[in-house]
């Protein structure tokens, strides 16, 4: 394998092994959750979704901003093994990593460590002589809603051909990648004008997490568990769940003629540290339902990790995509939503402030049909408790 090959496999972001192949339904059979009393027609509900669509395993949450309403999981952590998934198994989430970049970005804000208008030139001391001019007034809270120009970075060729001088070093920590990757970005033009379009972009949050890293001297992964996840009792992790604890969910894409097959977590293809920032976390179901219900709670009004100001103003677009969000219409009502997948897990996550509710679906699949089937039990969910 050539090193340009390695390197893609190392830090692709972009659904890859998913095709219009056939599915492997019939091989998936029918799983309820083992336990205590469940709402039957919520199991029933999503063991449909998760056979009619060909996945492995679902996992919902319902919750309020003070009430846990519902966590339910059904089917298998591994397709063609024979055991059952928990609530407390964690499912990878992809992109939905980004609110919460997003929020530990916001608690340096609260502290006074940075502030929305801060720039990656005025706390990376490399940039000051070397940053290309367009990127000089780039602000954190452009970063974080996609209007910085820096690359999307959602592919693995971009990555693949990154020049040398972001891959040597062998012994880097993962903050050093980070840092020899925004170097790189931040010395060349953008691929749009900062501040005038909207360009989703991977890259920006590596850039955002690095700013955070170069003021506290800490890396993103440590940050995240001690200014997020800790507070909010998350016990949540980095890559593919499998990867270092056996008993946890391995992903599955669709393969061209094959079907739906098992991703091995140990594996070619991981993530890597490059692009983390922007959607390399895994949780289980029941602690993303924490995290929600922290945003849920700043929505309406009440302080908690964050000022309820803090987290309006993570919340608040230009034009539909705020810091880690994307505000729209859903199920009837205007919702802060985002989905995430890097290929093998699919993670939907919903909030409806004005109905204090909000909904998250995690899948052990990333091709289309797991995120079709997301869509749909989302709003099935909202639907069902809204009526409540």
Sequence with gaps: MSSVIARGLSGVLLLLGSSCGPGNEADIPTRLPAGGPV?????SLMDNARRQHGIPALAVAVVRSDTVLATVAVGNRHLGAPDLV????QFHIGSNTKAMT?????????????????????VLPELRDSIHP????????????HRSGVPAYTS???????PDSVYEQSGRSSAEWRRALVLHVLRNKPEKPPGTEF?????GYTVAAAMAEA?????WESLLQTLVFRPLGIHGGYGWPAATDTTQPWGHWRKLFRGVRAHDPKGDYQLG???APAGDVHVSVEDYARFLQEHLRGLRGQDGLLRAATVQRLHAPTGNYAMGWIIQPFAGARASAHEGSAGTFHAIAVLHPQRDLAVAVLANAGFSKAGEADRELAQALLERYTAR
Excluded: K
């Excluded at 367009?134 to 809603?145: F, G, P």
């Excluded at 693995?156 to 990154?162: T, Y």
């Design 39 to 43: 709402d039957t027609g919520l199991v």
């Design 215 to 219: 003021v506290m001297e800490q890396p």
């Design 86 to 89: 928990a609530v407390s198994n």
């Design 156 to 162: 693995g060729f971009a990555i693949a051909f990154l």
């Design 273 to 275: 540290a490059l692009l």
């Design 199 to 203: 360009l989703y972009s991977n890259g």
């Design 134 to 145: 367009a990127y000089q007034n780039v602000t954190l809270e452009q970063l974080l809603s």
């Design 102 to 122: 997003a929020t530990l970005l916001a608690t340096l804000v609260e502290e006074g460590r940075l502030a929305w208008t801060t720039r990656p030139v005025d």
